[in-house]
């Protein structure tokens, strides 16, 4: 892993302290994280509301299979369909 330094002022620093419980680095590894993902949908011309958005309907139709359901069976039938 990388090292990267950030500085906060003194304030900042002693309510960091004062809650020792919290680790900070990993608080800011998932802000850096949660910022990357962000402008990175941004320079794809995506909304991140509606990728969740979206994510969360598909999510909501999503229906699970059948007992016995087996999709490896399922694929070579329709192949081999497509084949006469």
Do not use: C, F, Y
Request: aromatic content about 4%; hydrophobic content about 30%.
């Amino acid at each position: 892993m990388e090292v990267v330094s950030v500085k906060v002022d003194k304030k900042i620093k002693e309510r960091m302290q004062r809650l020792s419980k919290v680790n900070w680095s990993e608080t800011i590894r998932d802000a850096i994280r949660n910022r990357l993902d962000e402008e990175e949908m941004k320079e794809r011309h995506l909304d991140l509301k509606e990728v969740q958005e979206a994510s969360r309907i598909a999510d909501s139709i999503r229906k699970p299979s059948p007992p016995g359901w087996d999709s490896t069976v399922e694929i070579r039938k329709w192949r081999d369909a497509r084949k006469k």
